[in-house]
């Protein structure tokens, strides 16, 4: 599973060398990594856009810190082919917790890196890369729905297949059970709810049921700021359509919601890749989606059963239509 567009051939090659030389000189990974065939998305890395965000420094190697807005750290998980980006909004009085990535490494730890203030927890939506953490915590709201409690109980399929080697660019941390690493089970504190505000202090954030990706798929909108989290509703990479809880008709009513509000918002923060787009980019998508449901977009194949729909430069992974 990868989140990363494909590079064309020609520029792979380039890459390629560029990260052989890369790697003879600079020595950026441990040498037996060197001899592992390097994942195609891992060669993307790093992305150009994060050149342009304050990097926040922490001790732990497997996360990249980032400060893309006042009081927002982007807790990037770069060697891991999802990308996954879990968001830590600092208040006054305390800091809200957006995700909590794959559960690789020790995201609490950097957390008090960042912060000593009481911590709320909600997730974006449930799926293992966005709540691997989530069992080190007190405080989390859940959405009311069965989903939720489903995966609030752990599994151990999806984070398994999270570490096939392919999917890991660099190295794991040191002491990683490769073989007990599941999912862990999450105790829902409290239930939350469309329209709820989050008083941090000095910072309110709104949550907008967002379903479509998942039932519980939620987006949460500083006002003030002008700053929208989107999860995986969208980010900037193809987006993940293909599942069997993701409903297209309820996605489409929520990414026209979110469109919607594209006016008051100054940045898009989605949950994959690069932690920072334009709103611009809602109304677009919306136009995109409209697109790819019309018919109005060929396809591409994709891995088993799975097609990509390429409108510009929004892209949606999709269960392939039924053969004729
Ligand atoms: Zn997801």
């Not at 807790?75 to 990308?83: R, T």
């Not at 700021?225 to 409903?247: C, K, M, Q, S, V």
């Amino acid at each position: 599973m990868q989140r990363s567009n494909r590079p064309a051939a020609v520029s792979l090659s380039r890459l390629f060398l560029l990260r052989l030389l890369f790697s003879l000189f600079l020595l950026p990974f441990p040498a037996p990594l060197a001899q592992a065939p390097i994942p195609d998305w891992c060669r993307a890395l790093p992305r150009p856009e994060y050149k342009t965000l304050e990097r926040v420094s922490i001790s732990d190697p497997w996360f990249e810190v980032y400060k893309p807005a006042q009081g927002v750290f982007a807790i990037y998980e770069p060697h891991q082919a999802e990308e996954t980006i879990s968001y830590l909004i600092v208040g006054e009085k305390r800091a809200l917790l957006f995700d909590t990535g794959m559960g690789i490494s020790d995201l609490k730890k950097v957390i008090a890196q960042i912060t000593n203030l009481p911590i709320l927890l909600l997730n974006s939506h449930t799926h293992n890369d966005h709540v691997g953490d989530n069992w080190e915590f007190s405080s989390i709201y859940g959405m009311d729905t069965d989903f939720t409690r489903q995966n609030a109980r752990g599994s151990r399929l999806d984070a398994q297949a999270e570490i096939a080697p392919e999917q890991i660019c660099g190295v794991l941390p040191k002491g990683f059970d490769s073989k007990g690493y599941a999912t862990r089970p999450w105790k829902i504190t409290a239930y939350t709810h469309d329209g709820d505000r989050f008083d941090l202090g000095g910072r309110t954030l709104e949550v907008i049921a967002t379903p479509g990706h998942t039932p519980d798929a939620i987006s949460l909108l500083d006002r003030a700021n002008g700053l929208l989290f989107t999860g995986d509703t969208y980010y900037p990479a193809p987006i993940w359509l293909f599942r069997p809880e993701t409903d297209l008709d309820a996605y489409d009513a929520s990414i026209r919601r979110l469109a919607a509000l594209a006016p008051q918002v100054k940045v898009v923060m989605g949950a994959h890749n690069v932690p920072v787009a334009s709103p611009t980019i809602l109304p677009r998508l919306v136009a995109a989606f409209n697109a790819v449901r019309a018919g109005k977009v060929q396809p591409s194949p994709d891995s088993l059963g799975k097609v990509l729909y390429k409108a510009d430069d929004i892209s949606f992974l999709m269960r392939a239509p039924p053969a004729h």
